[in-house]
């Protein structure tokens, strides 16, 4: 095994234990059952006793690599990234698309399986209805937005993002926001929206709704996933987006 591998699996196993420990903590729990070392200590204690310190701890380098002045810089300082368990399953990191001066920036959730082999956001069956959306439906070419996700590698079993993974992964998406400064986000989805917005309220109450992401121009929308098991969904989609190319072509200035 690589120390590539070995520090890997090392993020895997604290992350694990971490959330483990946290949820008995949760469960009122504060020490370790008995038959389990006598110098058991309080959980928040073991917690900062992890190897590689806390979670904290291991994400500091992050803050540092972040004073990326490009989106090359940025993908650089990501790196072969393994600050969450995330890493041990990806072939690809999945870091965006696109045009780096954009008016109009996508987000979604996190790479599918197709995402994952090409190392490029959106290009499974999702990625052509966002596509055809772009394309078809706003007469913008794909390659004049662009296209990225919250959490840069594939959860396993395309797997909801769990909040360990989207908080190690947010500060990569925060300064990708940046760089591109686009007048228009559109989020696409639950995690990718309640992520930008902080909020736990849920996609079907934000979508359709001007928001704002540290004063850029904010839409919720459904993620073309869902709207693959959905097609009915498809026309409130489309009121979204026809808002969107409104506030593009100035007509609410
Ligand atoms: S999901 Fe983000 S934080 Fe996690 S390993 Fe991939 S790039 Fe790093």
């Given at each position: 095994m690589s120390e590539a591998d070995d520090a890997c699996e090392l993020a895997a196993l604290t992350t694990t234990l971490k959330r483990h420990l946290e949820r008995r903590q949760r469960a009122g729990i504060r020490f370790l059952a008995k038959g389990e070392p006598a110098e058991a200590k309080p959980v928040s204690v073991i917690v900062e006793d992890l190897p590689g310190g806390t979670v904290e701890d291991r994400f500091a380098d992050t803050k540092a690599s972040l004073q990326a002045n490009t989106l090359e810089e940025l993908r650089a300082a990501i790196g072969d990234c393994q600050r969450c368990k995330l890493c041990s399953g990806r072939t690809n990191i999945v870091f965006g698309v696109g045009n780096p001066r954009a008016k109009l920036m996508f987000v979604g959730e996190g790479p599918g399986r197709d995402e994952d082999l090409q190392g490029e956001p959106f290009v499974g069956r999702a990625g052509q209805l966002l596509t055809d959306i772009i394309?078809?439906?706003?007469?913008?070419?794909?390659?004049?937005v662009y296209i990225c996700n919250v959490v840069k590698c594939r959860p396993p079993e395309n797997r909801n993002p769990e909040p360990d993974e989207v908080a190690a992964c947010e500060p990569f998406l925060t300064r990708q926001i940046d760089l591109v400064r686009p007048e228009i986000i559109v989020g696409l989805g639950k995690f990718a929206v309640q992520t930008l917005l902080q909020s736990s309220v849920p996609i079907s109450k934000l979508r359709g709704n001007w928001h704002s992401y540290h004063g850029i121009k904010l839409m919720p929308t459904f993620h073309p996933a869902y709207l693959l098991r959905n097609p009915a969904d498809k026309k409130l989609v489309w009121q979204d987006i026809k808002k969107v190319i409104k506030e593009l072509s100035g007509e609410n200035t």
């Amino acid at each position: 095994m690589s120390e590539a591998d070995d520090a890997c699996e090392l993020a895997a196993l604290t992350t694990t234990l971490k959330r483990h420990l946290e949820r008995r903590q949760r469960a009122g729990i504060r020490f370790l059952a008995k038959g389990e070392p006598a110098e058991a200590k309080p959980v928040s204690v073991i917690v900062e006793d992890l190897p590689g310190g806390t979670v904290e701890d291991r994400f500091a380098d992050t803050k540092a690599s972040l004073q990326a002045n490009t989106l090359e810089e940025l993908r650089a300082a990501i790196g072969d990234c393994q600050r969450c368990k995330l890493c041990s399953g990806r072939t690809n990191i999945v870091f965006g698309v696109g045009n780096p001066r954009a008016k109009l920036m996508f987000v979604g959730e996190g790479p599918g399986r197709d995402e994952d082999l090409q190392g490029e956001p959106f290009v499974g069956r999702a990625g052509q209805l966002l596509t055809d959306i772009i394309t078809k439906g706003m007469g913008i070419k794909r390659e004049d937005v662009y296209i990225c996700n919250v959490v840069k590698c594939r959860p396993p079993e395309n797997r909801n993002p769990e909040p360990d993974e989207v908080a190690a992964c947010e500060p990569f998406l925060t300064r990708q926001i940046d760089l591109v400064r686009p007048e228009i986000i559109v989020g696409l989805g639950k995690f990718a929206v309640q992520t930008l917005l902080q909020s736990s309220v849920p996609i079907s109450k934000l979508r359709g709704n001007w928001h704002s992401y540290h004063g850029i121009k904010l839409m919720p929308t459904f993620h073309p996933a869902y709207l693959l098991r959905n097609p009915a969904d498809k026309k409130l989609v489309w009121q979204d987006i026809k808002k969107v190319i409104k506030e593009l072509s100035g007509e609410n200035t």
